[in-house]
């Protein structure tokens, strides 16, 4: 049975790429050993990084190891998944990309690699997501920069006030259900009633294992922001939980990130799943 993956961009920085490329990956996913599950996150940070001339000759040997080595299947967007599994529809269809669109990812993934030209064209595709990304990222960063400022303001006003003793577990009973229906409200699209999907979510959320999920992460994020007032608020909170989420059926995750995303993964998975360094994952390949 086949090792399942979804990659993170930090194991493309710099040399590790180089490691990577070198390592025995390629032979693995051809004898079906390794799985890899590509996710949006991942194809838009490479993308992202393609509005950068003085990139994009290193870019391409990117994107051309991600169409090689990516012998499982595509994720949909979060808001798809979102959408389909509440409406009810099975995980395979709401879950993964249809082998034709998934052809056609493919496809346009080549025409950026080789450079056609009509990449300016193809370019002028991305940006719009590159935006919205950022726009998404900036409003979530100032949420839980709120948090954390109300956390110090109270601390500062009753400077003898104990730490927090609330558990995340305690903190998610307490936040769930307020959050997964301003969720469904504002963020979901759908032709169902907004109420009514709240309705049947809130009475068995695990019949919406990945909606539910993705409350959870959220929720995470909250709570680190608020208490862990050290560490730095990352601006790809929000990719690095949609990545986590995906893999919720992998076996696990290849990441050189040990900060937030780290934790966050413990958080949602404890021991049932694997969390990768890159040095990790190449003495499992060797």
């Not at 991600?66 to 269809?93: A, P």
């Not at 009509?118 to 940006?127: M, P, W």
């Not at 730490?163 to 997964?180: I, P, R």
Request: charged share 30%.
């Amino acid at each position: 049975m086949s090792f399942r993956i979804t990659l993170d961009r930090s194991v493309f920085h710099g040399e590790n790429f180089n490691r990577l490329a070198s390592s025995s990956l390629e032979k693995a996913c051809r004898s079906r050993k390794i799985a890899i599950y590509h996710t949006p996150i991942l194809i838009e940070e490479t993308l992202n990084l393609w509005l950068k001339p003085e990139k994009r000759d290193g870019l391409k040997e990117h994107l051309c190891f991600l169409i090689t080595i990516g012998n499982g299947r595509i994720f949909k967007d979060r808001g798809e998944i979102w959408s389909g599994e509440l409406e009810g529809k099975s995980e395979r269809e709401y879950l993964f990309l249809s082998k034709t669109d998934q052809e056609n990812k493919i496809t346009f993934l080549n025409r950026f690699a080789k450079k056609e030209e009509n990449v300016e064209d193809l370019v002028k595709e991305v940006l719009p997501i590159k935006a919205n990304n950022r726009e998404k990222a900036s409003n979530l960063r100032k949420i839980f920069v709120g948090k954390r400022n109300e956390t110090a303001q109270s601390r500062k006003l009753s400077p003898n006030l104990p730490k927090s003793s609330l558990s995340f577990e305690s903190y998610y009973d307490l936040n769930c259900d307020a959050l997964g229906a301003g969720v469904i409200r504002s963020h979901v699209k759908t032709n169902r009633s907004p109420e009514e999907l709240i309705q049947k979510w809130t009475r068995d959320k695990s019949r919406y294992p990945y909606f539910t999920l993705w409350i959870k992460a959220f929720l995470y994020a909250n709570f680190y922001a608020r208490y862990n007032s050290n560490d730095p608020i990352d601006w790809n909170t929000q990719m690095d939980i949609s990545l986590i989420v995906m893999a919720k059926n992998l076996d696990a995750v290849i990441s050189n990130d040990l900060a937030f995303m780290k934790s966050a993964f413990d958080a949602l998975y404890g021991t049932g799943k694997e969390y990768l360094t890159l040095e990790d994952f190449l003495k499992r390949l060797s």
